[in-house]
């Protein structure tokens, strides 16, 4: 186990989420009644930034649940392009993320409780852990881009870098 | 009631719905190993289409049950862009469409059964009801277009033109 502090784990909000990008959510959204009163539009909850040269892409990632105690050994950012992510299930998840330019910042580095009705659309060039589930499976619909120009970076951390989730 | 036969409900399968656009599902999809191995991504599986002096919508649609039998009275289209649904719950749901330029054909008109973990992205330019719920309420992430230029035609239909949905 790593000697530095287990990481704790925050309930996700659009204040606290607002330096890394948007939380996809209901909550104080623009409501509007469409199809004859037969729905609502809860409008324009992500700003997609995809950048030139690529384009809008829907997949689905399907997640599976990490070992426990879950360790934080690396983050990626996309910097040409925004990624969101909402959840097909209704099961809370984890959003881990740090502030940073070239590298990340990990004195920043923070953990949210995502519920299972909340996603969250990373702005370009935010760094993040990959998709953390707490339930043994859960899938995602992901918006982001597709195209030819590199858009992964990876940093992985030394051994005393490597944080824990203080998850209950 | 209308005098024109009830519109039968058929499965929602790539091949059938391809005049229309895009079937979101996993079925025949490229799939590639991420996350170290703890996420699969179902990779591309709409295509997007905004068009000029717009960008790219995230929102959530709560949609409600309509009436039974379902009477098919209008059609409408999104002339700038494409326009993905996805069910937020794995309850199945209906797909209205029909081929057609400036009117939409109403001897085309077709019903799709899809599967609550099917989705659908019409493409530009295409004639489909709003959305259709089985259970009492479903909610769905959508991805479309902002923009000011006007990108909702609607036609209502004439009495003797309505349709009502072969639901068992």
């Given at each position: 186990m790593s000697g530095r502090p287990p990481l704790p784990v925050e309930p996700l909000t659009k204040a606290a989420f607002a330096p890394f990008g948007?939380?996809?959510?209901?909550?104080?959204c623009e409501t509007r009644v469409i199809n004859q009163g037969f729905a609502l539009r809860r409008h324009d909850l992500a700003h997609v930034a995809i950048g030139e040269g690529g384009r809008t892409c829907v997949s689905i990632f399907e997640a599976r649940r990490r070992p426990?105690?879950?360790?934080?050994?690396m983050l990626e950012k996309h910097p040409l392009a925004s990624q969101a992510f909402y959840p097909l299930s209704r099961e809370d998840w984890l959003v881990v993320v740090a502030e940073g330019g070239?590298?990340?910042?990990?004195?920043?580095l923070r953990c949210f409780l995502a519920r299972g009705d909340q996603g969250v659309n990373y702005a370009p060039g935010v760094w993040h852990f990959p998709v953390l589930t707490i339930a043994d499976r859960q899938d995602f619909l992901i918006v982001d881009r597709e195209g030819s120009a590199p858009n992964l970076v990876e940093r992985f951390f030394a051994a005393d870098e490597i944080r824990f989730v203080a998850e209950n």
């Open positions: 948007d939380v996809i959510e209901i909550e104080g426990r105690p879950i360790a934080i050994d070239d590298k990340p910042d990990l004195t920043t």
